[in-house]
Every structure is written in structure tokens, then in C-alpha cells.
């Protein structure tokens, strides 16, 4: 069963006592990512194409970083922590590879239209939460098992992210400020979802714990 309510009120129960590092986290990834962007756009007309690909790269991997955190305190309802953040950063090329990976399916599917790749892009949604919590899953291996954990629930996943719409648009109206509690907000609702429908896959014997130490 897909509980959002239940992930969302777990999620704010977590943070309860998290919310400064959570927050100090999140702008502290926000100040990696315009240093790496400044010079992009430093760069001029030329050099854009490059280093926006670089951010883009920078971005992902930052966002896997602070994945790895939340998905920390979701499962074990421990203190969010920099030396959790920056322990996570060190899977930078994991990160990398899988925002390759991820990439190109996407923008394959999107070379039909625009539907499928929304589709495959929450089919694929767990595949952060897996290779941070399994840091030898091979990525492949870890979007295969993505795919097999959301097989049901793309649409309940999708409703779950268009719930966070109003806030979304609440923290824009704050200049972005409002984002750094909005993403560890978001980022431990959907660790609490990954670690359900990761509960259920296992249970009903579509995947296995073996699964998670094969490359």
C-alpha cells in the first residue's frame, strides 16, 4: 500500500530535531553549485553548453549526496550530519555514471514524446536511494531494480511529487530561500517511500537481499 500522508508525517517527525543541519546541508550544496555555475556563466556564449553540462553533472551528484543524508535519517532516525554529506559526496562517480545513464534513457524516450519519459524518469526515481544505500550496486543493476520496486506505483510516485507543488511555489515566492527546508522536507518523505517500496518488493518476493550484492 502507497501511503504519502504516512511518508510526509514521517518525514516531518524525523526533521523535528534535524532541521538545522538539514538545512545548513542544503545551502551548503547550494553554494557548491552557483560557485560551479558562476564561472560558467563567467565564460561567456562560447563555453556555456560545456559547463552547464558540468553543472548539471555537479548538480546530480550533490543531489545524491544529500539523498544518501535523508535517506540516513529516514531509515535509522539518526542526526543529519556533515560528515554523512561529505562521506556521500565521495560516491561522486557512482553519481555521475547513474546521471549519465539516467540521462540518456530519458532523452531517448523523450525523442517519442514527452509522456514516456516522465514515466521512465519515476521508474527510475529509486536508483539514488539504492547506490547510496548500496554502494557497490552496480547502476544498471540498481535502475533495473528501480524499475522492478515502482512497477504499480509510477502514478502514486507522480502524485506524491505534484503534492509538493504548493509548497514548491511558496518557497520560490521567498526568492528560493524557502527551498532549503523544502528539499530535506521532500528528500525524507521520498527516503520513506524508498524504504517501503523497497519492504514490499522484498516481501512479495520480486527482488531479493541477494539482489543488492550482485553488480
Known sequence: ?????????????????????????????????????VPSLAGGLEESDYTNI????????LISALTGSFLKLAKENKAVTFDDFFENLLLWLKSFQAAFWIGLYLFLWSLLFFFPAVVKFFAFS???????????????????????????????????ALSFAGWLFLACLTGG????????????????????????????GKISSEDFSRY
Open 1 to 37: 500500500m502507497f501511503d504519502r500522508v504516512r511518508y510526509k508525517s514521517n518525514a516531518l517527525s524525523q526533521l523535528k530535531s534535524n532541521w538545522k543541519n538539514s538545512v545548513l546541508i542544503t545551502a551548503v550544496s547550494a553554494v557548491l553549485l552557483l560557485v560551479i555555475k
Open 126 to 160: 529509486q536508483t539514488l536511494f539504492l547506490i547510496n544505500e548500496y554502494p557497490k550496486l552496480g547502476i544498471r543493476k540498481a535502475m533495473k531494480i528501480s524499475r522492478i520496486m515502482t512497477n504499480g506505483y509510477k502514478g502514486d510516485l507522480f502524485v506524491m
Open 177 to 204: 530561500i524557502g527551498l532549503l527546508w523544502l528539499l530535506p522536507y521532500a528528500e525524507t518523505a521520498f527516503a520513506n517511500c524508498y524504504l517501503e517500496l523497497k519492504k514490499q518488493a522484498l516481501q512479495s
Open 54 to 61: 558540468i553543472a548539471f553533472f555537479a548538480f546530480f551528484v
